[in-house]
C-alpha cells in the first residue's frame, strides 16, 4: 500500500498544499506525514477525509501505477507516434490523456508529458479540426512539466531536447531569429558531449540551426556549420540527421551552380542509405533524386523512368501506410509532370498536373526551399496553359509564383519562376 502515501504526497504537492492543509480533526499532521512516507496504513475513514481534503475522488489515493506499466504505456505511445498517421496521433492522445493526473516526478512522468505535449503539436498541425475536439490541448505546459522534471533529475540534455521541440515550432513559425535564439542556448548548456545521448543532441541543435540558417539566406555560414557538423558525425559515429546533412550539402552546391561538387554529396548520401537499410531514408532519397534529374540536372526522360520505378515500389514492395504513400505519389507524379512540360509534352503534363495538386498546410510555415519546391509547380502549369493557348491563365499562374517567392532568399526556383514570367509576358 505504499503507492497510496506516494498518490497523496502527488496530489497534494499538485495542488500546492502543505501536510497542515490536510490535517484535520479526524487526521494529524503526524498521521498524514507517516501515511504519505509509507510508515502506516490508512483506514478508509482517513483515506475518506484526506480525499475530501484533496477535493478528489479516494480511488485516485488507491489506484496503483506502477513505473513499469508507465514504461509499457510509453512505448506503446512511442510505436504509435512511429507511424506519423494521425489516426495512430489519436491513438497516443487517448492512451496517455487519463495518467496525466496520476503522474509523479519521475522520469517516467516526464516522458510521458513530452510525448503528450508532442502529439498534441502533430495533431495541431496536420489535423486541426481533431486538435480543436482535445480538451487538454495546450502542448506547452506539458513541455513545461517535463522540462521542470527533467531539471530536478539533472538531465540536461532531455532538458535540451525539449527546448529544441520549443526551436522547431517556432521554425515551423518562420520565427528564425527566436529559432536560433533558443538553439544557441541549449548549444551553450551543452557543454559536456561524452555520451551517444549528448552526441546525438549536439547534431540534432546543430541540424536545426543550419536549416535556420538557410532559411534565412545564410547559406555561407549554413555551409561552415555543415562541414563542421559532418566532420563531427563521422569522427564520432553517430549518425542522427547524418542523411539530411548530407542532402542539405549537396542542395546548397546546385543552387550555387556547383554541380560537381554536389554529385559528391548525392554519391555519399547514396552509399548511405544503401548501408543502412531504412526504408523512410531510402523513400526520400529516391524522392530526391526524381527532382534533381528533373530540376537541376535537365535529365527528364530518366526522372520520368525514376518516378514510374519508384510508384511500382511504392504500390508493390512498400511497407508504409497507404494515405502516406498516396501523398507521396502526389509529389512525384507533379514532378513527372514537370519533366513531361520540359519535353513540351503540355497535354499530358496538364493532366497529371491536375490530377495531382500540391496542397500546402495552412496550420505550418515552410522553410522557404519546401515552399519554393512545391509552388514552382505552378510555374511549369503556367508553360501548358501558355502552350495550349490560354496566355491569360499562363500569366497568372507565372505571376502567382514569382510574387510568392520574391520575398524569400534567393534560389534557383526562383530564378526559373521570373524566366517563365518573363516567357509568358512575351507571348
Known amino acids: 500500500m505504499k503507492h497510496v502515501g506516494e498518490n497523496i504526497k502527488r496530489i497534494r504537492t499538485a495542488k500546492k498544499m502543505t501536510i497542515s492543509d490536510l490535517a484535520n480533526e479526524h487526521v494529524s499532521r503526524g498521521m498524514i506525514s507517516l501515511i504519505e512516507n509509507g510508515k502506516t496504513q490508512p483506514s478508509i475513514e482517513r483515506l475518506h477525509h484526506i480525499a475530501v481534503q484533496l477535493d478528489v475522488d479516494i480511488t485516485e489515493l488507491v489506484e496503483e501505477i506502477s513505473k513499469e506499466k508507465l514504461r509499457s504505456k510509453i512505448n506503446e505511445a512511442f510505436e504509435l507516434l512511429n507511424r506519423h498517421d494521425v489516426d495512430d496521433v489519436l491513438a497516443t492522445i487517448s492512451l496517455l490523456q487519463p495518467l496525466l493526473k496520476k503522474l509523479d516526478q519521475s522520469y517516467e512522468a516526464a516522458r510521458i508529458y513530452e510525448l503528450?505535449?508532442?502529439?498534441?503539436?502533430?495533431?495541431?498541425?496536420?489535423?486541426?479540426?481533431?486538435?480543436?475536439?482535445?480538451?487538454?490541448?495546450?502542448?506547452?505546459?506539458?513541455?513545461?512539466?517535463?522540462?521542470?522534471?527533467?531539471?530536478?533529475?539533472?538531465?540536461?540534455?532531455?532538458?535540451?531536447?525539449?527546448?529544441?521541440?520549443?526551436?522547431?515550432?517556432?521554425?515551423?513559425?518562420?520565427?528564425?531569429?527566436?529559432?536560433?535564439?533558443?538553439?544557441?542556448?541549449?548549444?551553450?548548456?551543452?557543454?559536456?558531449?561524452?555520451?551517444?545521448?549528448?552526441?546525438?543532441?549536439?547534431?540534432?541543435?546543430?541540424?536545426?540551426?543550419?536549416?535556420?540558417?538557410?532559411?534565412?539566406?545564410?547559406?555561407?555560414?549554413?555551409?561552415?556549420?555543415?562541414?563542421?557538423?559532418?566532420?563531427?558525425?563521422?569522427?564520432?559515429?553517430?549518425?542522427?540527421?547524418?542523411?539530411?546533412?548530407?542532402?542539405?550539402?549537396?542542395?546548397?552546391?546546385?543552387?550555387?551552380?556547383?554541380?560537381?561538387?554536389?554529385?559528391?554529396?548525392?554519391?555519399?548520401?547514396?552509399?548511405?542509405?544503401?548501408?543502412?537499410?531504412?526504408?523512410?531514408?531510402?523513400?526520400?532519397?529516391?524522392?530526391?533524386?526524381?527532382?534533381?534529374?528533373?530540376?537541376?540536372?535537365?535529365?527528364?526522360?530518366?526522372?520520368?523512368?525514376?518516378?514510374?520505378?519508384?510508384?511500382?515500389?511504392?504500390?508493390?514492395?512498400?511497407?508504409?501506410?497507404?494515405?502516406?504513400?498516396?501523398?507521396?505519389?502526389?509529389?512525384?507524379?507533379?514532378?513527372?509532370?514537370r519533366a513531361l512540360t520540359r519535353l513540351a509534352r503540355y497535354e499530358e503534363a496538364q493532366t497529371l498536373f491536375k490530377e495531382n495538386q500540391i496542397v500546402m498546410n495552412d496550420f505550418m510555415e515552410m522553410a522557404p526551399l519546401d515552399v519554393a519546391i512545391r509552388e514552382i509547380s505552378k510555374s511549369y502549369e503556367a508553360l501548358c496553359h501558355f502552350h495550349l493557348g490560354d496566355a491569360a491563365k499562363a500569366q497568372q499562374l507565372a505571376r502567382h509564383v514569382v510574387d510568392k517567392l520574391h520575398k524569400m532568399p534567393y534560389s534557383s526556383f526562383y530564378h526559373f519562376a521570373r524566366e517563365v514570367l518573363a516567357d509568358v509576358m512575351r507571348g
Open 116 to 337: 503528450y505535449a508532442k502529439s498534441l503539436y502533430h495533431l495541431y498541425v496536420y489535423s486541426n479540426e481533431a486538435y480543436l475536439k482535445i480538451e487538454e490541448n495546450k502542448w506547452e505546459q506539458y513541455v513545461e512539466k517535463a522540462i521542470a522534471i527533467y531539471v530536478n533529475l539533472q538531465m540536461e540534455w532531455r532538458v535540451i531536447k525539449l527546448w529544441l521541440f520549443l526551436a522547431n515550432i517556432e521554425f515551423r513559425r518562420a520565427n528564425y531569429r527566436e529559432t536560433i535564439a533558443i538553439i544557441d542556448e541549449g548549444l551553450d548548456n551543452l557543454t559536456i558531449k561524452d555520451s551517444l545521448e549528448t552526441k546525438a543532441t549536439y547534431i540534432e541543435l546543430m541540424f536545426g540551426k543550419i536549416s535556420t540558417l538557410i532559411s534565412m539566406g545564410e547559406t555561407l555560414k549554413a555551409h561552415e556549420l555543415l562541414d563542421e557538423t559532418i566532420d563531427f558525425s563521422r569522427m564520432n559515429l553517430v549518425f542522427i540527421n547524418y542523411y539530411s546533412l548530407l542532402n542539405m550539402k549537396a542542395w546548397l552546391y546546385y543552387d550555387e551552380q556547383k554541380y560537381d561538387e554536389a554529385r559528391k554529396y548525392v554519391a555519399d548520401a547514396t552509399s548511405f542509405v544503401q548501408l543502412v537499410k531504412k526504408e523512410d531514408l531510402f523513400i526520400e532519397h529516391e524522392g530526391t533524386k526524381i527532382l534533381i534529374e528533373e530540376f537541376f540536372e535537365g535529365n527528364y526522360e530518366n526522372a520520368i523512368q525514376l518516378e514510374s520505378e519508384f510508384e511500382r515500389y511504392l504500390l508493390n514492395e512498400s511497407t508504409i501506410q497507404d494515405s502516406i504513400k498516396e501523398e507521396i505519389m502526389v509529389f512525384t507524379r507533379n514532378v513527372k509532370a
